[in-house]
């Protein structure tokens, strides 16, 4: 008798071994332990013949991908953000989009305060000048920063984490909190965050702290680009959160040099790995690699979801966070399921 052959997945990236591990109780894996980065020819080499894929937010998956790869059911991404998703074209193939929402809220938020402080207080600064030994005396206009507390917070984007970061803002830090987003939120959720609608120009005008929170797509591609920069205070602080693209980096590394605005804290980056060189040079910026949601913890939640959501669906056809439910049980799902 011979056995049904197990659905084949590829991890497409390094991940925790126990999650490995756990879909090989599944499937047939093909691994990328040593972390390799796949070019787009390689990523499709890898997928022939696999029904599913755990990406981590970096892979392309588009009409292109999905074409060369026939036997390919569902992608799973390790990541609330999915703009390496052509979803549109997932639907129209039958392929399953998933996402990793809810499980990095309030670590993310975590981090939204950490990069606001940080920067806001000059905390790399600072360091900076002590690791190099500059610091000989104390002297009262030393590294001079802005309050926190007390002060307005501006948020763009109020979802889950925007949500979060204002929670975290009225009741810890006792800060006026306005927000931007393009829907207003009930007022039930506004009462819960101490947070009030207002426009795109009031926000930038008024806000002493702009915290980026907002997905990324066509339409949020640089949200702060000049002439946004050029409507925030002097003392202003701007923190990006969300998704390189959202801020036009060379007009900020220019507004941070001619120090109209005050400082920024990036946490992701156009074009990234790759940093806008201007960036590097002023010193009014603080600049993490991506780590906004890197804790033990909620990386592991966050692969935990993701492997979920390929078993959920490669054995009994469901998913907990789907992005395009109506692909479960279409005609081009069923035409995908019906290739071995
Ligand atoms: C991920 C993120 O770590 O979830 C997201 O959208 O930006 C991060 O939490 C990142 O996408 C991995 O590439």
Known sequence: MT???????????????????????????????????????QLVAHLQGCHGAFTTGGERIDAGVLAACPQLRVVANMAVGYNN?????????????????????ETTADFGFALLMATARRVTESEHYLRAGHWTRWRYD???????????LGIIGMGRIGQAIARRG?????????????????????????????????????????????PYSAESHHTI???????????????????????????????????????????????????????????????????????TPTRMAMASLAADNLVGYLTARQAKTPLNPEVIGSAAAQERMARA
Not at 142 to 152: E, K, L
């Open 3 to 41: 056995q049904a052959r197990r659905p084949k997945v590829v991890v497409c990236r390094a991940i925790f071994p126990a999650i490995i591990e756990g879909l090989r109780q599944h499937f047939e894996v093909v691994d990328n332990q040593a972390d390799v980065m796949w070019t787009r020819e």
């Open 85 to 105: 998703f052509d979803v549109p074209a997932m639907t129209a193939a039958g392929v399953l989009a998933t996402n990793a929402p809810g499980v990095l809220t």
């Open 142 to 152: 030393m590294f001079i920063g802005a309050d926190v507390h007390g002060s307005t």
């Open 170 to 214: 009225h009741h810890g830090f006792g800060m006026r909190v306005v927000y931007h987003n393009r829907s207003k939120l009930d007022a039930a959720t506004e009462a819960a965050c101490g947070a009030s609608y207002v426009s795109k120009a009031e926000l930038l005008q008024s806000a002493d702290h702009v915290m980026l929170v907002v």
């Open 225 to 295: 680009g000049a002439a946004e920069l050029a409507q925030m205070k002097p003392s202003a602080t701007l923190i990006n959160l969300a998704r390189g693209g959202i801020v036009d980096d060379a007009a900020l590394a220019a507004a941070l040099r001619a120090q109209t605005i005050a400082a920024a804290g990036l946490d992701v980056f156009e074009g990234e790995p790759k940093v806008h060189p201007d960036l590097l040079t002023v010193p009014n910026v603080v600049l993490t690699p991506h780590i906004a949601s890197a804790t």
